[in-house]
């Protein structure tokens, strides 16, 4: 699914380099849920922001479903992230004056279409918020608002879901509901790549791999 | 205590300045043909290059807060020199430019020296500079999160942009356009090299005060120094309002 050779990304900060992917060597199966783990720094965002198409690498390339994200055009990366990627991140980054359902509904071009809306109400009603498809996220709870962006992560029936710290900002009983589901995910057929810094998501992982400084240490 | 001394100090100034003249004065200035010229130039040349400061603005003070590259730092110090730079520096040194061969060329299809264009780009010096220094530090308090997010849900690096960033940034637009519009208005020691203080032709209200005060004539140097305040004040609190208002209402349903 995912194939990175020689992934290198430096950043300037203030007047010192900072090497926040060295050389990076990685590879994902279709079907895997990867952990990725590491402490604050050492480079799991910026790995997958560059995995998402996001981030162009100062070296190296990035294959995900036999393409060459970066030898692609701006235009068409942002059509190849639509199609085939989803995305959570920690802080959820809902619309604030957009219901749940439409919140979902952002992932497809507007107006969506009727078989979009009955999709996005299936996932909603799948992940356990049926009964709150018309709140706004301010009355939501911190779970049901990480929910709500994975079912928006979903809609697009993406092959590979990418999380940044999806339940770093939930208790242990939320955390568990949004890993169940993206195993759910992988279980039906999707790659998962988790980056985060505890250790909650190992117990869904099909495997564990330590990152610092931009390099990884270990697989477990 | 230091604080409402200064503002008293403000007010005092003002206040000074409306006892010294007196609505008759300021009435007939107002009937005045070059000094109706003045009002008009100042206003189009202001809002002119206000909104050239912007377009300039915006993507440099995206680039500067987002990217990091090398150089940046000589960048950076470059577009603070008409910050620091002696206005009279500022004229001066576009009217030399303007004598080279370059400037000759241009000058030949479009005239500048001496004419309303100059006006314009002595205006556009100074204010761009701090129109940049504004969107660079709104596009700093901007986190890039969310446009990421907008690139996640299918948008191109352009479309996050436009949908994301800048309408987050509006109150900055806001800032950024009203002080370079606040500056324009009050520049005068470049107009005076570059473009001359010819009536009828490149004077602009600050010109007009130096005329005006030149010929002894202080009433009417004051009674315009009036009419600028009221038309900055006027313009600051226009837009304060509008930019007082919920930025995050509208957008685009799906």
Redesign the interface.
Known sequence: MIRCTHLTQR???KDREVRALDNLELSVAAGDFLVVRGPSGCGKTTLL?TL?A?LRPVNGSVVVRGQDLYALS??ER??F??RH???V?Q?F?L????NVL?NV????????SPAARTRARDLLTRLGLGDRLEHRPAALSAGERQRTAVA??LLNEPELILADEPTGNLDPDNSHEVFRHLQSFQQTGGTVVVVTHGAAADAFATRVIRMAAGRILSAD | MIGSLYLVLVVAMLAADAAYTSPWHLWQSLQSREIRYAIRLSLLSCSLTAILSLWVAIPIGYVMARQDFRGKSVLDALLDIPIVLPPLVIGLSLLILFQTVPGRLLERVVPVTYAVPSVILAQFMVACAFAVRTMRATFEQISPRQEQVALTLGCRRSQAFWWVVLPQARRGVLTAVTLAWARSLGEFGPILVFSGATRLRTEVLPTTVFLELSVGNIEAAVAVSLLMVAAAVAVLLLIRAYGSEPTLTQGVRP
Do not use: K, T, W
């Open positions: 950043f300037r900060v922001l998402g996001m701006s235009a942002a059509q992230r639509a990627l989803g995305f991140f802080m980054h619309v604030p004056y957009l439409e509904l952002l992932a497809r071009p507007a107006p969506p928006r992560a």
